[in-house]
């Protein structure tokens, strides 16, 4: 059975196989949606439902004008969606290709920094805060995002968080050398920096959700971006913010950047300069109104969630001023 799927307020139509979710239908015949985690806890993908029939986590949703998650929603009718944008898809843009371990090192004691070089002579494209798949022998796909600036070398930087348990890091990386091959696919999400919003930036991060930042706070250095910016970085101890000289040199190249380490498992006094709590409390502490300002989120999804939800109703942030992508670990 396939289902006709009609873009409101566009000319775009597109079919929908049965079982699949409309994201992957969209990009099947070309379009692009927003789009980050893919497994619905992000929230970039929501949008509206005009008409028809949607079934999401095995429930039935026909509410007109209702929100949903087109990662998550597969439709049982023809229907009529609004998307917060949808544009023609850049096939060429996206490779898959097989990239050469240069270099890795320990970040942190749970933190690896695997750095990739892609062939000689492929243009590689992507914006700083997108991520890639790293695409396994028996199929399945590990997403990191790039920690790097696009258009600075032939590399991506990956900062990869050791899981307990976990299938690439517990059994593929740890065998990983210098020179060995591992095939990537990118770009892909859409949480990247908007260059043509004014006013503030506030950068909210945990973990390794450090490394989008990094690649968009790097692209802004490059191109000389002197607007204030707020980072404000959340770990539960000192040592998960491992890359604290990198924020210091940062701020030596922009004196309007503003720096926020926040612990949640230890006292402020631990770490010069930090506070206590949950990482989103300390921006709603800083920034009352939020009305103005743009929001670049990615860590937990608790977080996410927290920060989402917090900054719209505390301090007046818009929800289309909120960007992110949840760090969800795959098995």
Known sequence: MTWDVTVAGTPHRFPCEAGESLLDAAERAGFELPYSCRKGVCGNCEGGLDSGEVVVAGAACTAAGQG????????????????????????????RVLARIHRIDRLADDVTLLRLRFPA????????????????????????????????SDEAHLH?????????????????????????????GDFHWREEHEGPIVFVATGTGFAPMASIIEDMLKRKVERPLSLYWGGRTPRHLYALETVAAWRARHAGLR????????????????????????????????????????????????????FAAHAGLPPAHFFSDAFVVGP
């Open 68 to 95: 949903i998650l087109y990662c998550r929603a597969t439709p049982s009718s023809d229907v009529t969606i609004r998307p917060s944008s949808i544009r023609p898809a850049d096939r060429s843009a996206r490779k």
């Open 121 to 152: 002579g492929v243009r590689v494209r992507f914006r700083a805060g997108q991520y890639l798949q790293v695409v396994l022998r028996d199929g399945q796909r590990r997403q990191f995002s790039m920690a790097n600036p696009p258009g600075i």
């Open 160 to 188: 990869i968080r050791h899981v307990p348990g976990g299938h690439f890091t517990g059994a593929i990386l740890p065998g990983l050398e210098r020179g060995q091959s591992l095939e990537i696919e990118l770009p892909f």
């Open 259 to 310: 720096f926020v380490p926040v612990l949640s498992d230890e006292p402020a006094g631990a770490l010069d300069g930090a506070r206590a709590g949950m990482v989103h409390r300390a921006v709603l502490e800083d920034f009352p109104d939020l009305s103005t300002a743009h929001v670049y989120a990615c860590g937990s999804p608790a977080m996410i969630a927290a920060a989402r939800s917090e």
